[in-house]
């Protein structure tokens, strides 16, 4: 008889956890069987794990294996554990030591013939493996360059099982991770393709500067989209805690840019209005996998066409809106994703469109207000900027007028408003106005006098406003100060804020 056990890490959602694959060689019917939990695909792993060992030029034992996977009470996902649990087979057998392999995590999935292809979730499983105290992981050569961005983890790569036996066997050593390459520089719309809408210009900005969301309401052709789609211009780039965080997700999801895996840009998502529910806040059989919402992370998580997306899907992202988080239950347990986003909604004002205004639209009050009223109230009183925009004018298009302000530009001005908020909010950890919480509002030192809260607090009293939606016209008022670089926000910012909290097509 003999018995071997390596690490790997376990995945549910974006949390890892560091699994032992023990294997037990016994006298009787050759065969494999694998215990703890696992999903079809690691069941397979039996035949996939035999050629490959075939196929590197080892023996196949012929006694009855038992692979388990420790926890057993954790679910087990995927064919990341593949070259586990080849090795520790192997090391059962007495045909490999495991001496070096002590304090390593080993994450692949295994070709028919010998190869270690990548897999997904490898940043998430090293971070896992650091935490639990493992000093080196060995990963495909593929995922290799995600996983040396953990400190404090020695990587070692493989390209196939061969080279993981030969270091085991004779120190033979592994290839290093290959180095990064530089991420390419931001490139994508500019606000100076931008002709006209002040009103809209200013609203994305508000929004960058703060971490608001923002819903744009307006004709077609009155530059919803482009606005929208140029918000990421403008927002600053990740700082490393982000930067890994929204890595993690990507790679969870299999969409990390090859050779440049650290995603430092802020994400942006612009699903169909026909996605369903599941692949707009994430969902799947079996474990859940991340969808549009988490995906847009840090970012931005622009639905155009709003009100055709159907209000079920729309109504499910209010909870997340608030938690910063999405938690989904299916039946191989709870998972929980990041979905700290900026969710920009644009939206038509009625069902024809008609590019010619009233004049052409043959659609009642009623109907207008049964289309825009698939965004429910709790919806939009989540959204701090509600802009209606009105047609670009002829002579926006064709006068002779000043150069349009860069994504550039503006993004020098977001940049120090973000740096003025963050260290404003330094003592409650908070780096964004949008993220500020109430309590921190009514704090004595931020409190705004009712000198300068006036018009705020008879729209609160008159009805016009939630105490949610209250506390986020304060909160949009602190960013127009930040963008004028005042110390706190004057009359004239919660006007403004309010103009542009209540300035919905509804």
């Known amino acids: ?47 996939r794990v035999r050629s490959a060992v075939v196929n590197s030029g080892e023996s196949w034992p012929q006694r009855r294996i038992t692979v388990n996977l420790l926890p057993a009470h954790l679910p087990k996902h995927g064919s990341g554990f593949d070259l586990a649990v080849a090795v520790a087979v192997l090391a059962g057998a007495g045909a490999v030591p495991v001496d070096l392999l002590r304090r ?121 989209t482009m606005l929208a789609q140029r918000l990421p211009s403008i927002l600053p780039a990740l700082d490393d805690e982000a930067a890994l965080e929204v890595t993690a997700v990507h790679s969870i999801a299999g969409t990390l840019p090859p050779g440049s895996p650290l995603i430092r840009r802020p994400p942006f998502q612009a699903p169909h209005h026909t996605a369903s ?9 079996g474990v859940a996998r991340p969808g549009a919402l988490s995906l847009a992370h840090r970012g931005v998580l622009l639905l155009d066409e709003a009100p055709e997306f159907s209000r079920r899907a729309l109504d499910s992202l209010r909870q997340p809106l608030e938690d910063g988080e999405i938690r989904l239950r299916r039946s191989g347990g709870e998972t929980s994703y990041p979905a700290r986003v900026q969710l920009v909604l644009a939206a038509n004002p009625c069902p024809c469109a008609s590019p010619e205004g009233d004049r052409k639209c043959d659609c009642s009050r009623l109907v207008r207000r049964r289309y825009l009223g698939r965004l429910s ?40 408003a973000r740096a003025a908020a963050a260290a404003r909010w330094a003592g409650v950890r908070v780096a964004r106005n949008a993220d500020v919480t109430a309590t921190t509002l009514r704090d004595h030192r931020w409190r705004l006098p009712r000198s300068v809260t006036g018009a705020l607090i008879r729209a609160l009293d008159q009805g016009h406003l939630s105490a949610r939606g209250h506390d986020r016209v304060i909160k949009v008022a602190w960013s127009l100060a930040d963008l004028d670089g005042r110390d706190r926000p004057d009359a004239g910012d919660v006007t403004e804020a309010l103009e542009l909290r209540k300035g919905t097509a509804l």
């Open 104 to 224: 390593a995590a080993l994450l692949g999935e295994l070709g028919l013939d010998g190869t270690v292809r990548p897999t997904r979730g490898v940043l998430p499983a090293v971070l896992a493996a650091a935490r639990a105290g493992l000093e080196q992981v060995v990963v495909p050569l593929a995922n290799a360059a995600e996983a040396d961005l953990v400190p404090g983890v020695t990587v070692r790569a493989t390209r196939s099982l061969r080279e993981l036996i030969e270091f085991a066997r004779e120190g033979v050593p592994l290839r290093p991770p290959p180095p990064l390459t530089a991420a390419p520089p931001p490139s994508g719309p500019d606000l100076a393709d931008i002709l006209g809408q002040e009103r809209g210009r200013r609203a994305i900005e508000v929004a960058a500067a703060g971490g608001h969301h923002l819903a744009l309401f307006g004709p077609p052709g009155a530059g919803k």
């Open 1 to 47: 008889m003999g018995y071997a056990k390596v690490h790997s890490v376990a995945l549910l959602g974006v949390a890892g956890e560091v699994v032992v694959v023990e294997a037990h060689l016994a006298t009787g019917l050759p065969g494999m069987v694998v215990s703890g939990l696992p999903d079809a695909a690691l069941v397979e792993a039996r035949d």
């Open 277 to 285: 529910m599941a692949a707009l806040v994430g969902g799947g059989s």
């Open 377 to 416: 109230g709790p919806l939009l009183d989540r959204i701090d900027l509600q802009v209606t925009l009105l047609p670009v004018t002829a002579a926006a298009l064709v006068a002779d007028q000043p150069a349009m302000e860069s994504s550039a530009v503006v993004a020098a001005r977001v940049a120090r």
